[in-house]
């Protein structure tokens, strides 16, 4: 009995070793971030201007590559199925993490991952054109609630964070059946409709203003923004929890099961690249917004969000 009692203890005492050692020989390779996207999409450019910044962090060589297809899919499927050593990591979106799993076929599912860290998180805001009739959301909502089935509001594609922001609009002030859909493929689209009056409705962040003469009336955040103390925020309009609040976020994602330790060093590692002066100076210059969240806060947040994504699927229909 002794025998055995010392044998299971020896066994712990050696997974404990080898765990502290996973951890402390970390990383014994380049880490590959993993881009769902092709080159030159502003993904693509995030991830480039991040990773110098996270090697050196790290202590070790990082480099970006691109694996592009099925709307993000194809690499989180691929990334899902690999050893989970902390050496290959996804930076996937609220539409790869959350939307995709619970309305595609794919391998994975919100227990597939391990979550690192959230590098940027931008909210949506609900606009208009530039020379719309409608100057509040009082205003549209009272024209909605009027005259249903005569306004359209467009998106990016069905399942897109356009389609979503609109979805938690008009569902969220009981508006939903009132109001039609328009796909567009691509933003750039849409607002060719948006200025032609064929859709009077748009959902995307604060970046769509640089391309377009677009007035915002709510943003989908817990409070109001800096840069548009006037706009007021979904809650304050009238849209309750949780579809007041939504992202445009993204993250660095590990397959399930990666040992604790390598998780915090990576997540460490993020902290400091996204606080360094070059990556900061990079987002002001590319009007990302950064919000880091550690590895733990990442994963509640993320777990969140894929709850609150089912009510916006199934308000959406997809």
Known sequence: MQSKLFAASLLGATAAMLTAANANDFPERPINLIVPFNAGGGTDLLIRGFAPHFAE?????????????????????????????????????????????????????????????????????????????????????????????????????????????????FEGLGLGENVRHLPFQGSGPAMQGMAAGTIQ?????????????????????????????????????????????????????????????????LSDACEVAANSDGFVEFADRTGTVLRYMDAEEFDAFYREAYGAAQILIDASGL
């Open 201 to 265: 409705f748009f959902g995307d962040t604060e970046l769509l203003m640089q391309g377009g003469d677009l007035r915002p009336l709510m943003v989908f955040n817990s409070e109001r923004l800096d840069a548009h103390p006037d706009v007021p925020t979904a809650r304050e309009v009238g849209v309750e929890a949780p579809l007041d609040e939504l992202y445009l976020w993204g993250g660095l994602f590990a397959p399930a099961g990666l040992d604790e330790g390598v998780r915090d060093q």
């Open 57 to 169: 962090a790290i202590g070790g060589p990082a480099y970006t590559s691109n694996m592009a297809g099925g709307a993000g899919t194809v690499a989180a499927s691929a990334l899902a199925g690999q050893v989970a050593d902390g050496h290959q990591l996804g930076y996937f979106s609220i539409t790869i993490a959350t939307i995709q799993p619970q309305i595609s076929d794919v391998p994975y599912d919100i227990d597939s991952w391990t979550p690192i860290c959230a590098v940027a998180a931008s909210p949506t805001m609900f606009f208009v054109a530039a020379d719309s009739p409608f100057t509040t959301m009082d205003e549209v909502i009272e024209a909605v609630r009027d005259n249903p089935g005569q306004y359209l509001y467009g998106s990016s594609g069905p399942g897109a964070i356009t389609h979503l922001s609109m979805v938690a609009a």
